[in-house]
């Protein structure tokens, strides 16, 4: 494990990580809440065949899709370009994460500036 460069009067203090970790969670679930709300009628219903959530990872915001079947994992994948407008409306550096079925491949990891229409 690295040490940390800097003295430990520099570092925050364990109460000061912790409230940091829980600040994230609220923003990425008010994040989900309202990024599902400027969601179209057959964009909601997309996302409700999968299991769905953001994080945020140093300072990206990361929308994961998780496909139960293949059917969800191929119009959830044709629907990318949608979601990646949708997620510039929240961000401006972001990625997705598609993810098949378990044992059918990959997670596809794409930033939303690389997404064609």
Not at 51 to 67: A, E, K, P
Request: hydrophobic fraction near 40%; glycine fraction near 2%.
């Amino acid at each position: 494990m690295n040490q940390p460069c800097l003295h430990p009067d520099d570092l925050p203090s364990p109460q000061t990580i912790k409230l940091s970790e829980i600040l994230f969670r609220q923003l990425e679930e008010a994040t989900k809440k309202s990024f599902f709300l400027t969601c179209d009628r057959m964009t909601r219903i997309l996302l409700s065949s999968c299991h769905w959530y953001f994080q945020i990872n140093s300072g990206v915001l990361t929308l994961i899709l998780i496909c139960n079947n293949m059917e969800s994992y191929r119009n959830i994948m044709k629907a990318v370009p949608q979601f990646a407008d949708h997620l510039k409306q929240f961000a401006n550096r972001a990625k997705i994460t598609v993810s098949s079925p378990v044992d059918k491949g990959i997670p596809w990891v794409l930033s939303i500036d690389n997404v064609l229409p």
